[in-house]
Each structure stands twice: as C-alpha cells, then as structure tokens.
C-alpha cells in the first residue's frame, strides 16, 4: 500500500530525533520521501541525532518545538503529510509537573494545529494517541468505544490532544487519524532512564546484569508492539483517505503478562536479575491493570496487522543496544 505512495512526498515528523519518529524517518527514506525532522532536542526526551545513523545526509533536520508559531507556521508549509509525534510522554512526569504537560500536550497541539489551518490546510496529520486516554478498563479486549478516564494528567491530556484533532478535522477539514498506540518498544529508544518505555528500560537494566524491580505479582497483561509494526501503521494511515477523521487502536493479539516480559528480557539479554516489590505509591496511583487492545478497526480499513512476535521484537532489540550500547547509555 505504501511502497510508492510516498515516493518524492514532502513529509515532516515531529519528535523525529526520538524512539518512534527515528525509526519512521528510516522507513520513509527508504520509500522515496522528502522527510523534514523537527525536534526541539528537549533534555531526557529521547532526542538523539544517532537515530539518524545512515540516513543523516538524506533528510532535512530543524530544531524547533511545536510550542513556537513561528516555527510551525514556516515548517508544516508545503507538506502532505505530518506525523505529529511530538510531546512530553511520562505519566509520572505529568503528575508532577503537570504544567508542563499541558503546555506541550495542550498549547503545543494547539500551536500546531492553528499553522496547519492557516498555512496548510490541506495537509495529512497522524497523531499519536495512547493507550494511556483509556486509563482502567473494566473489561478487555478494549475497542476504541470505550470509556476514556484516565489515571493521570498525561492520559487527560493526550485525550485533549485528539479531541483537538478530531475537532480541526471536522470544523475545516484538515485531514487528521489518530493512532492511540501500545506499549512500544525498540531499537532507538533512550536508554537513559525509565520515565518512559519500560520495556526498553528493562532490557537496559539486563544488559547491565542489574535487578529489575517487578511491582507487585507481575500479573497485569499489556500489549506489546515492536516499533516496526507502529512505524508501519503510521505509514498506512497517513497513505489513506479512508482513515481521516478516524481513531484507531493498535495492539499485539498476544497480550504478555509483565512477569512474563521481564523473564523473556533476561532470558534473551544472557543477564539481569528479577525481584518481586510492592508497589511504589507514585505508580500504584497511576497503575491502570490489564490492557488488551481490539485492534479490528485497523485491521478491517487498511489492513495492519503485526508482524513481529514478541520473543522476535526483543531479541532484535537486544542485539541493537549490544550494538550501539555506546550512543545510548
């Protein structure tokens, strides 16, 4: 579907130094695209510029933050296509600072939005959404009817942020999906710290032979997706008439328990340790338990489904990070 449809495309990504946008940038490369990076190269964000190792010379990078209308109104002229991944994505650090999360998650859309309407309307927008807008569910698979409450103010905001898509959408038409995406994980994410993408986080903490900290049993399922089956899902929705207007859910089919998930890490790094802990209070207020997506909407109006199991995504993960360890720790 995407092979040659963005062949010569001009295409921007924000956040694209990061985890999601990197690997995206590579992917749209390789189909041909004229890709604009834009990424405000925040401290303890993600942003990297070896993300971009082997792909450097062949994509246009500007550092600019979605919160500055000068900016925006310059960088979104001309495109047909934005993935919108930019944005402040701990749930702890929305809790406690949670002005900046509104900033970012709120004005920062907004800013966005507002140089999308008066500079390029007739743009294609992919938002990525999160799991997080669901907060608890009271049963699972979950399809994108259901509630949406939120544990915490980065769930609350991420809600907003589509909604503001959605509205943009509908009011003047600027075509915009969103994507409320998974647990992602893979190469190219920030090894740094755990405020985001724990499963990343644990796999650092393996190849250091260090203990990782199970809160709880480990019982609570999640959906795991590696960030090639993510990347492959923007690039279907931002190929497709079809998905404007539209939310979709992505998931694995093959939910893991996060036990399960810590003892394949260890397994399949050759190190680390597991210990089981009660839950520290910051997490335990946040905590949402199961989570298990009905992806059946994608799968029905473009056809993604993943590909790459879950033993598969973190064996290749591991490699990467053995690989490259040093640009990342």
């Not at 919108?84 to 966005?112: A, E, K, W, Y």
């Not at 994108?144 to 915490?152: C, K, N, S, V």
Request: negative net charge; contains cysteine; hydrophobic residues 35%.
């Amino acid at each position: 579907m995407c092979k040659d449809w963005y062949k010569e495309k001009k295409v921007a990504i924000t956040g694209g130094l990061g985890f999601l946008g990197s690997n995206l940038a590579h992917e749209l490369v390789l189909l041909g695209a004229d890709v604009t990076i834009v990424d405000p190269m925040l401290p303890l964000y993600g942003g990297n510029l070896f993300n971009l190792s082997g792909i450097e010379n062949k994509v246009t990078v500007n550092y600019a933050d979605i919160r500055d209308a000068g900016a925006m109104d310059v960088l979104v002229k001309d495109k047909d296509v934005i993935f919108h991944i930019g944005g402040q994505t701990s749930h702890v650090d929305s809790m406690s600072d949670p002005f900046l999360d509104v900033d970012i998650n709120c004005r920062g859309n907004l800013v966005f939005l507002e140089a999308c309407r008066k500079n390029n309307p007739d743009v294609k927008i992919v938002y990525a959404g999160t799991r997080g807008q669901y907060g608890v569910v009271n049963t699972t698979p979950v399809n994108e009817e259901a509630r949406l409450r939120p544990t915490d103010i980065y769930g609350v905001n991420k809600n907003a942020g589509e909604k503001y898509h959605l509205i943009y959408c509908s009011a003047y038409g600027i075509q915009s999906t969103v994507l409320r995406i998974s647990n992602t994980y893979g190469p190219r994410h920030q090894m740094k710290h755990g405020k985001y993408g724990i499963q990343n986080w644990m796999i650092r903490l393996a190849l250091d032979d260090e203990t990782i900290s199970v809160y709880g049993d480990g019982a609570q399922l999640r959906d795991f997706n590696f960030v090639d089956d993510v990347s492959r899902a923007f690039l279907m929705a931002g190929a497709s008439n079809a998905a404007n207007g539209k939310v979709y859910n992505l998931g694995s089919g093959s939910p893991v328990s996060f036990r399960q998930m810590v003892k394949t890490v260890v397994e399949l790094a050759g190190s680390g340790k597991i210990e089981f802990v009660e839950w520290p209070e910051e997490r335990r207020i946040i905590e949402t338990g199961d989570y298990v997506a009905d992806f059946t909407r994608i799968k029905e109006d473009l056809g993604w489904k993943p590909q790459t199991g879950f033993e598969q995504g973190i064996e290749q993960t591991v490699a990467f990070y053995k690989r490259f360890r040093q640009h990342y720790w």
